[in-house]
């Protein structure tokens, strides 16, 4: 559905969403850890290299982001 709507409204992929912190779709998704939507919006040109108001990029936010793992409890995470 995101597809979608990403290629029929040719969409800003890098349009800042959350316009103090200069964060855009490719940060959010990085932190949800949302595989399909990451490898979705570096398919269409996202760009992975943009740094948020502090220069932190997608990346960054992906590893700041405690990884859970199916049938871990949120204390065995940390």
Not at 6 to 34: E, F, H, N, T, W
Not at 49 to 68: H, Q, S
């Given at each position: 559905?995101?597809?979608?709507?990403?290629?029929?409204?040719?969409?800003?992929?890098?349009?800042?969403?959350?316009?103090?912190?200069?964060?855009?779709?490719?940060?959010?998704?990085?932190?949800?850890?949302?595989?399909?939507?990451?490898?979705?919006?570096?398919?269409?040109?996202?760009?992975?290299?943009l740094?948020?108001?502090?220069?932190?990029t997608?990346?960054m936010?992906?590893?700041?982001?405690?990884?859970?793992?199916?049938?871990?409890?949120?204390?065995?995470?940390?």
């Amino acid at each position: 559905m995101i597809e979608a709507c990403v290629i029929s409204r040719k969409a800003d992929l890098d349009i800042q969403i959350d316009g103090a912190r200069k964060c855009v779709p490719l940060m959010y998704a990085a932190a949800a850890q949302q595989s399909d939507a990451l490898e979705m919006l570096l398919e269409y040109d996202a760009d992975a290299n943009l740094g948020d108001a502090e220069g932190a990029t997608p990346l960054m936010w992906a590893c700041a982001t405690r990884v859970r793992y199916p049938g871990q409890s949120s204390k065995q995470a940390q």
